[in-house]
């Protein structure tokens, strides 16, 4: 299986480009960066791609050896990046993808001359001395409800990710993303992802890094957003003032902005 088939990558904007690839969060696909990716085509080679078991991806592909932890999606990161000759590349991450793009820059920071952190969150579990914005009795009661009642699941937790309340269409559109992913693949990413700890990955980052935090997020509270870009050296923070995980999808604007103003600021 190649890899443009596997993780069913698409490219627009610019051949000639620097390239600038999106990474969808857990229970998302590609389509979720509808409102911001074509703001950059007029400059940017812009690179759009699935995790295996999101989307239109090769669910045939999914190992669960190879998928045990974050690593192996980081793999998948640098295998598109060899596939399309991606260099000098911005990443923006949503989520899950954050920590994935991070893992990925460490094993080839050549290949990377931005990153860009939507709503990362390094541990989910709290720890000592560490807010992640979850106990971990409420992450296994999480994952519990999420073996037994996939769809149950996502109807229930869709609403409180993307926040919003006020604009229900947002939610709707959440619980058929996470319809839409493969339930046995979106069981284990979501072990992998909340029971993740990438702390320790973040200090020896040394690509530019803007670490986008919404004011408001019941999935990676604001502590967390600061603790990230206190362990990214150099790191730049930018708090939105919106509410919920998914600024693509709620504030596409403002996600426009942030990202567009951190890719012209110069060298850092």
Known sequence: MDVVTRNHVRTSGRPDGQPILFAHGFGCDQQMWRHVAPAFE???????????GAGASDLASFSPERYADLGGY????????????LTDMVFVGHSVSAIIGVLASLAAPGRFSRLVLVGPSPRYVDDDGYAGGFSRA??????????????????????????????????????????????AIAR??????????????????????????????????????????????????????????????????ATVAAIDAFLRSGPR
Do not use: K
Not at 42 to 52: A, E, K, Q, S
Not at 161 to 173: A, H, K, S, T, Y
Not at 190 to 214: E, G, I, K, M, W
């Open 74 to 85: 980081a793999r998948d990161v640098l295998e598109i990046c060899d596939d399309l000759a």
């Open 42 to 52: 007029d400059r940017y080679r812009v690179v759009l791609f699935d995790h295996v």
């Open 188 to 253: 284990q990413f979501a072990r992998v992802t909340f029971l993740s700890d990438n702390r320790d990955d973040l200090h020896r980052v040394r690509v530019p890094t803007l670490v986008l935090q919404c004011a408001d997020d019941a999935i990676a509270p604001v502590a967390v957003g600061r603790y990230v870009h206190a362990e990214i050296p150099g790191s730049e923070l930018v708090t939105l003032d919106v509410s919920g995980h998914c600024p693509h999808l709620s504030a596409p604007q």
């Open 138 to 183: 409420a992450i296994e009661d999480m994952l519990d409800a999420l073996d037994r009642n996939y769809l149950g699941w996502s109807t229930a937790m869709a609403p409180v990710i993307v926040g919003n309340p006020d604009r229900p269409e947002l939610g709707e559109e959440l619980t058929n993303s996470f319809c839409r992913t493969d339930p």
